[in-house]
């Protein structure tokens, strides 16, 4: 069985005030005509498939017309929401839209809490495939209505265990979650202190672990515990990253291999640095994709006038301008807001009290800050 793994969508985000939208509906296109090809006929969507809990109407007609596309290729979807979608919106109709193969995984609840899986089947046998949305240990106190939850690992083990997982079947999660050891970049939410980080062990019961949260690929420990990382770069700490997707060549139990299908954005994302003069000269154009997103760092000493508007008319797709000569070397530099939203609420908090006071926090002030940032961001 192959079964392809999507997640970190983010339709409707906006970067550097550039709408992602039309590159979204490119590259959802794109994986449609690789399911299609490949006769791929399972698609796991492992949550954040829109970038705010209350999204645009635009972002959900491309989503509508994502799913509308993949229903008449015959593939079964399953989604779950993640820690930038609202659950309750996500799922609206989901008994409704499993009749048409579009499975999505309700709000963790007193009346969900027993997850069932749904059953797929081929040569092998049976697959379960459970969908967990993201949850914080706040949520399962309530659904377990206990007090005994003291971190998100604690959380995710009590929600597992309660599904009594049959081993001896190829079973598949897909959750939305911070696991230990992962990668972050900049355009991820972070929470206070990595206090969402969730133990792997937890997840030992599964043959594949479809991850959504973290936007580059990679696997915690075993291959099969995977983040397949978001189809598009969303900062300039994506750069590097090759986007793709994922595909699990689900066999025998205990046989799981893994390919990797490159996807190809409408403009990909290129760093580039040095002087004015220089950056703007025919022959260094020449080599250049001027269509990518371009973050542009100028070494000249002096600020250019305009530079900014210059720029765009040769580099018309421009993000980002910085500047990096003596001035800025010795001066102390205010974070960009990217900088900003790779720290956790707590270390921009302090950065901002030392600003102010010329000192830092206190024990006890650390103390209470942290304790205030964490209830305030469970109640979210």
């Known amino acids: 069985m192959k079964i392809a793994h999507l997640s970190d969508l983010h339709l409707g985000k906006v970067v550097y005030n550039y709408s992602m939208l039309e590159e979204q509906k490119d590259i959802l296109g794109k994986i449609t005509d690789i399911l299609t090809t490949e006769n791929i006929k399972t698609l796991l969507i492992a949550g954040d498939i829109y970038d705010k809990s209350v999204p645009?109407?635009?972002?959900?007609?491309?989503?509508?017309?994502?799913l509308v596309g993949l229903s008449k290729a015959g593939v079964t979807v399953f989604i779950i929401s993640g820690n930038h979608d609202s659950n309750e919106r996500i799922s609206f109709g989901a008994d409704l839209m499993a009749v048409s193969g579009?499975?999505?995984?309700?709000?963790?609840?007193?009346?969900?809490?027993?997850?069932?899986?749904?059953?797929?089947q081929d040569e092998f046998g049976p697959v379960h495939i459970y969908m967990l949305p993201f949850i914080k240990p706040v949520h399962v106190k309530v659904a377990f209505e206990t007090e005994d939850i003291a971190d998100y690992t604690q959380a995710l083990k009590m929600v597992i265990d309660?599904?009594?997982?049959?081993?001896?079947?190829?079973n598949i999660l897909i959750t939305h979650q911070f696991v230990t050891g992962g990668a972050?970049?900049?355009?991820?939410?972070?929470?206070?202190?990595?206090?969402?980080n969730v133990d792997s062990p937890v997840f030992e019961v599964f043959d594949y672990v479809a991850l959504g949260h973290l936007h580059g690929p990679q696997h915690i420990g075993r291959e099969t515990l995977r983040y397949c990382g978001s189809p598009l770069k969303y900062s300039f700490s994506e750069v590097s990253h090759?986007?793709?997707?994922?595909?699990?060549?689900?066999?025998?139990?205990?046989?799981?291999r893994l390919e990797f299908i490159p996807?190809?954005?409408?403009?990909?994302?290129?760093?580039?640095?040095?002087?004015?003069?220089?950056?703007?000269?025919?022959?260094?154009?020449?080599?250049?994709?001027l269509?990518?997103?371009?973050?542009?760092t100028l070494t000249d000493e002096e600020d250019v006038p305009d530079a900014?508007?210059?720029?765009?008319?040769a580099y018309p797709n421009i993000m980002q301008l910085s500047y990096d000569n003596t001035r800025t070397a010795s001066n102390t530099q205010i974070g960009t807001l990217e900088q900003a939203e790779s720290k956790t609420p707590f270390e921009v908090f302090a950065e901002f009290y030392k600003k102010q006071n010329n000192q830092d926090l206190s024990e006890q002030q650390t103390k209470h800050i942290s304790a205030l940032i964490e209830k305030i961001w469970e109640e979210k």
């Not at 972050?184 to 969402?196: A, F, H, L």
């Not at 090759?242 to 799981?256: C, E, F, H, R, W």
């Open 242 to 256: 090759k986007k793709s997707l994922t595909v699990i060549n689900l066999n025998a139990k205990g046989d799981t």
């Open 162 to 170: 309660n599904m009594h997982v049959d081993t001896s079947a190829r």
């Open 102 to 120: 579009v499975h999505i995984a309700k709000p963790l609840t007193k009346s969900t809490k027993d997850i069932q899986p749904v059953m797929l």
């Open 291 to 296: 269509q990518n997103f371009f973050h542009i």
């Open 308 to 313: 900014l508007n210059k720029l765009r008319m």
């Open 263 to 289: 996807l190809k954005p409408l403009h990909d994302w290129q760093e580039i640095k040095g002087k004015y003069n220089d950056l703007m000269a025919k022959d260094f154009r020449d080599k250049q994709n």
């Open 184 to 196: 972050r970049c900049e355009s991820e939410q972070i929470s206070v202190g990595g206090s969402d």
């Open 56 to 66: 645009s109407a635009e972002a959900i007609k491309c989503f509508d017309e994502f």
